[in-house]
T-cell receptor, first 115, second 114 residues
């Protein structure tokens, strides 16, 4: 069965601090996809990244970086030099090819960035 | 190329009324997924449809909820005899044929039941 765990319910940081959001997943599939989404207070879902199970390379996009480690079933997300606009709920998600790409979301981590 | 369109953006219903939520997938997308987000929770899968077919409805409540994706027109999520517990944000996503991992989400419909 697939499962996504985001153990951090809320994180509060001061602007310019670095922050890492943790994500641990469970799956029996060998082909799967991992995602991060941002949900700002306005409510829409903003796609951040998709990573397939065969690509363990870490990725950096501006202030965002992702660390995918199959050995620990983790897909962590780091924001460097956080800004107030980063305040949002962040969701990690998992989609299995065998499951028709039905995406399972974690419970989310609410990030507060204070000025 | 318009994204996934959901309407209405906000829907208010009284207990016992029906709610109809619409989702127009991106052009060329033949797969539609519906998700529900209860307050302060993550998104929960409800149903996966292709044109004229329900592929997976394992997340749909057994009663009062139904979904369709007709050959022509938008996908509809229908909730009959709404109750306060149905108040939530309902998100629709679509994907191209053969590329189910490429999900594109709409902006959601916020349903409030009075």
């Amino acid at each position: 069965a697939q499962k996504v765990t985001q153990a951090q319910t809320e994180i509060s940081v001061v602007e310019k601090e670095d922050v890492t959001l943790d994500c641990v997943y469970e799956t029996r599939d060998t082909t799967y996809y991992l995602f991060w989404y941002k949900q700002p207070p306005s409510g829409e879902l903003v796609f951040l990244i998709r990573r397939n199970s065969f690509d363990e390379q870490n990725e950096i996009s501006g202030r965002y970086s992702w660390n995918f480690q199959k050995s620990t079933s983790s897909f962590n997300f780091t924001i460097t030099a956080s800004q107030v606009v980063d305040s949002a709920v962040y969701f990690c998600a998992l989609s299995e090819a065998s499951g028709g790409f039905k995406t399972i979301f974690g419970a989310g981590t609410r990030l507060f960035v204070k000025a | 190329n318009a994204g996934v369109m959901q309407n209405p953006r906000h829907l208010v219903r009284r207990r016992g009324q029906e709610a109809r939520l619409r989702c127009s997938p991106m052009k060329g997308h033949s797969h539609v997924y519906w998700y529900r987000q209860l307050p302060e929770e993550g998104l929960k899968f409800m149903v996966y449809l292709q044109k004229e077919n329900i592929i997976d409805e394992s997340g749909m409540p057994k009663e009062r909820f139904s979904a369709e994706f007709p050959k022509e027109g938008p996908s509809i999520l229908r909730i009959q005899q709404v109750v306060r517990g149905d108040s939530a944000a309902y998100f629709c996503a679509s994907s191209p044929p053969g590329e189910g991992e490429k999900l594109f989400f709409g902006s959601g419909t916020q349903l409030s039941v009075l």
